[in-house]
Nanobody, 115 residues
Framework: QIQLVESGGGWVQAGGSLTLSCKTS????????LKWFRQRPGKERELVAT????????SYEDFVKGRFTISRDNDKNTLYLQMNNLKPEDTAMYYC????????WGPGTQVTVSS
C-alpha cells in the first residue's frame, strides 16, 4: 500500500524558516521523481518544486526560487522541502506527490506565515 505522510508544518513569522518532510512507503522510492505541491486558501493546487530520481536535479517555480530547497534521502524513503525567508503568501497546505503512481496524495501539512 502506497503511503505519503507529510509533516513539519506550523506557524512562523514572515522571514522565518520551516523544513517539511514526506515519509513514503509502498513503492520503490529511489526510482521515482518527486514533487511538492501546495494549495493556498481559495486557490487551485500548484506545483512548488521537483526532484528527479537520478542526479538528482531539481527545479522550482519562480515564486519559491532562491528561497526553497527540495531534497531527498533515498535511504530513509523521505522527501524534504527546506523553506527559508517565508512570506505570508506561502501560507498553504503542502503536499508531496509521486508522478506515475496515479492520484495518491497524503493528508498534507499546514504552513501558516504571519506578517
Amino acid at each position: 500500500q502506497i503511503q505519503l505522510v507529510e509533516s513539519g508544518g506550523g506557524w512562523v513569522q514572515a522571514g522565518g524558516s520551516l523544513t517539511l518532510s514526506c515519509k513514503t512507503s509502498g513503492f520503490p522510492f529511489i526510482t521515482y521523481a518527486l514533487k511538492w505541491f501546495r494549495q493556498r486558501p481559495g486557490k487551485e493546487r500548484e506545483l512548488v518544486a521537483t526532484i528527479t530520481s537520478t542526479g538528482p536535479s531539481t527545479s522550482y517555480e519562480d515564486f519559491v526560487k532562491g528561497r526553497f530547497t527540495i531534497s531527498r534521502d533515498n535511504d530513509k524513503n523521505t522527501l524534504y522541502l527546506q523553506m527559508n525567508n517565508l512570506k505570508p503568501e506561502d501560507t498553504a497546505m503542502y503536499y508531496c506527490y509521486v508522478p506515475g503512481l496515479g492520484s495518491v496524495w497524503g493528508p498534507g501539512t499546514q504552513v501558516t506565515v504571519s506578517s
